[in-house]
């Protein structure tokens, strides 16, 4: 064997929080350890792990390792060189945690995109300046190394745009809707009692999970600071199957699509100077079926970059659970142990010095142009349409097609109708118009549904 | 800015070959130069460049390079670090320069798949002991970046198979056939006139293309030294238009699959202890509407490999081009421009050590068991269908599915008839039986054609 490859010390490992995941990265590093081993030079070894509740059985032998209740204790150790921070929450104890690791000259890999999202750059900096490494790739779709693969499979190009399927709960909820004609309400619970959405299923359902992922693949492909903030988020509890029937008419299907673009010029960070902006919107999209991610079912993830250069590039794999997650957790530890011979070396987190992720300004979404779906329940009377088609011809929004539907009420007498649209290319500001002169009206019984339509 | 990142000396590259892939590194690195000195902390430098015709009109100002004629005499150049390898062939001029390259103390970035995968563990040895990086990202799936993907994307995982669409040349004719419902042979003249396959294709519709990336991605997977020589090969110039049509009448669309798995338990190359074996072929296969690589359409190229922990992962996009080659090429050269302070650092090429590559003896593949799509083209005679169900039989093929198609002649007399049928799973071995029973018979008006059927 050569010489170069004689094994290292170990590369030791703190664990703080024990949940599924936790528990599935203390079964793969004892699965795979000597494959690892093999990869990586030198062992991966677990030294310490903590979390809330120690009595808690999680199904595996936790004896061979020490336990700190209090998980900050972990940084300070001198048997640690990696802090593993699987304990969840953008502040809080994760914050608190990630910090101190920091500080004490650990290196700190993490899952927690609610951290990164809010947190990333100030943790990126204080990574840099201690010489130690921060790594998330399980933050941004579960097993999938979609962040390596745009900070270094894709780091020669230009990126227009990124975009993707980022939270599994909703996938599986709309392709079970679109499989079963079934309604939200009713897959939810399925997806709940199946372990696919918690008990309150509002951060996923509502965007919010999603929003996190796109604002880190943001800073990762345009050098933009994290601004959660600025994401534009509708989440997927007001579609209803009559829409998912009506998409698949036109030869669609509905998939939650979290959606970042640069607005400037060779868009890399570096440029920006000032007319530079920065779009990012997690919707409901009607997606072709000549597109890849029609394609992607289940509780699937899936992320498509284009560069200036390689064109469109997918990634795509199981987006959550405790396997695909610790996947991604132990290859930034792998990544990690092959890199530090000598030392830790600083790593940039992000695909430039933290110092240089610019925050840029959002774009405002009104000068895009789109096709979308509008979607209207109104009262049945004469005269609806009318008005509806009015307000569309007054705030200049082009009619492609259009369908009325009669629903019947629960007693079979008439009931609401469902109006579905879709627009010729044109502003999203005129749609938006035209949904405001309407507004109010009582001819609608709820609030209008508008999901854009993704290109091929 | 961080002390840390202050400008580090430029990497100074000499670029062997000015095809259409050496045109676009030379336009990547000039176009998206600056983004890339953010990214890669220093710039990128192009010293030298050669090729057989300095004459050549390659579109591109190359007034600022040094010009050698003789591309071996980049390796001694005190300008250079880095030798990029676009000249082609496994042996020859392109395995001199990649020798001689690492021997100055220079690192090596090919996209010479056929280099890597006939001397890729000596080369790889080489740069170990020379402590020269050695990178191949282009070798494999053009612009996706596949072996990063496996190499450190999926490093925490044992694989048990990697199977993919790695010929874009293939996966077009066959994507135009299917959307055309056209021949082959109509369908590759018009593929050499765009541009999407070669004058002379043999190499990519006969599979040796395909073979050559497998060779590699298996060695990235499962730590096996490269053995083209073992890889099964099957092209796609038997497939009828009738094959597709009738695969579609099944559910299927025909892609040609590069697939590797390693039969043995837990296969990493460490426990490999003699019971272990590698299985590799290029076949066209039918694959399920349900299978993501149904979808891959066009000039794309797709790779899935299925890992103990990750699950599934699919990386995809463009498998060929100037600009995507060029994407991956200069994302080895960001790696490198990254991870080099201070001098060169070995740098494993596979995911082991060179000197750990196991030489796996080939998995005979009569001992799988799959379904098969069987297709013969038989004279229109009476007993023709009682002689091939019972050779079927007698060799225990359970048949699931048959049709029987004539087909008219030229002058619409009653011409050859096109039997196919789908076998239930079962051994290839009864497979290869029964149409040995089948061989030399005047019914069969031509070779049979198996193709074996992808599960979902």
Same mark, same amino acid.
């Given at each position: 064997m050569n010489q170069k490859f004689e094994p290292k010390p170990p590369l030791r490992i703190a664990l703080a929080g024990l949940g599924t995941v936790g528990a599935g990265v203390i079964r793969l590093i004892e699965t795979n350890a000597l494959l690892i081993a093999r990869r990586a030079g030198r062992r991966l070894v677990i030294t310490a792990i903590g979390a809330r509740d120690r009595a808690k059985d999680r199904g595996i032998d936790l004896s061979a390792y020490a336990w700190e209740d209090d998980i900050t204790a972990m940084t300070a150790r001198a048997d640690v060189d990696i802090v593993v921070e699987l304990v969840g929450g953008a502040d809080g104890p994760a914050l608190t945690l990630a910090r101190k690791a920091i500080a004490g000259g650990k290196g700190l890999v993490t899952a927690n995109k609610a951290m990164i999202a809010h947190h990333g750059r100030e943790l990126a900096a204080l990574a840099e300046a201690a010489g130690v490494p921060l790594r998330f790739e399980a933050a941004v779709a579960g097993g999938v190394p979609v962040i390596k693969g745009l900070r270094e499979g894709a780091a020669a190009n230009a990126l227009a745009r990124v975009y993707g399927i980022l939270n599994g709960t909703c996938n599986f909820i709309l392709s079970a809707m679109e499989e079963t004609g079934r309604d939200f309400t009713d897959v939810l619970a399925e997806a709940q009692a199946r372990g696919f959405a918690e008990a309150d299923p509002a951060f996923d359902i509502e965007g919010?999970?999603?929003?996190?992922?796109?604002?880190?693949?943001?800073? /990762? *492909?345009?050098? &933009? +600071?994290?601004?959660?903030?600025?994401?534009?988020? %509708?989440?997927?509890?007001?579609?209803? $199957?009559?829409? /998912? *029937?009506?998409? &698949? +008419?036109?030869?669609?299907?509905?998939?939650?699509? %979290?959606?970042?673009?640069?607005?400037? $010029?060779?868009c890399d960070g570096a440029d920006c100077d000032g007319d530079v902006s920065l779009f990012q919107r997690v919707q409901p999209h009607l997606v072709p079926l000549a597109h890849p991610l029609a394609h992607v079912k289940g509780a699937t993830n899936a992320v498509v970059a284009e560069g200036n250069f390689s064109g469109r590039l997918l990634f795509q794999g199981a987006g959550a659970g405790d396997g695909p997650t610790a996947s991604a957790v132990v290859a930034d530890l792998i990544d990690i142990a092959r890199g530090l011979d000598a030392g830790f070396e600083a790593d940039m987190a992000f695909s430039v010095p933290a110092a240089d992720l610019v925050a840029m300004p959002p774009a405002p979404s009104g000068h895009r142009t789109s096709r979308a779906y509008i979607r209207f329940i109104v009262a049945d009377r004469p005269g609806v349409l009318a008005e509806i088609t009015a307000a569309m011809r007054d705030a200049g929004v082009s009619i492609e097609s259009l369908i009325q539907k009669g629903q019947s009420g629960p007693d079979g007498e008439a009931a609401d109708v469902l109006v579905a649209m879709v627009t010729h290319d044109g502003p999203e500001a005129a749609v938006t118009h035209a949904l405001k002169l309407l507004e109010g009206s009582p001819s609608l019984a709820a609030a209008p549904l508008v999901m854009h339509i993704l290109g091929e």
């Open positions: 919010t999970d999603a929003a996190h992922k796109l604002a880190i693949l943001s800073a /990762i *492909a345009f050098g &933009a +600071a994290p601004d959660f903030a600025s994401v534009e988020t %509708a989440g997927i509890s007001r579609i209803l $199957a009559a829409d /998912i *029937a009506q998409a &698949a +008419a036109l030869g669609y299907v509905i998939r939650l699509i %979290a959606m970042a673009e640069c607005d400037g $010029a060779e």
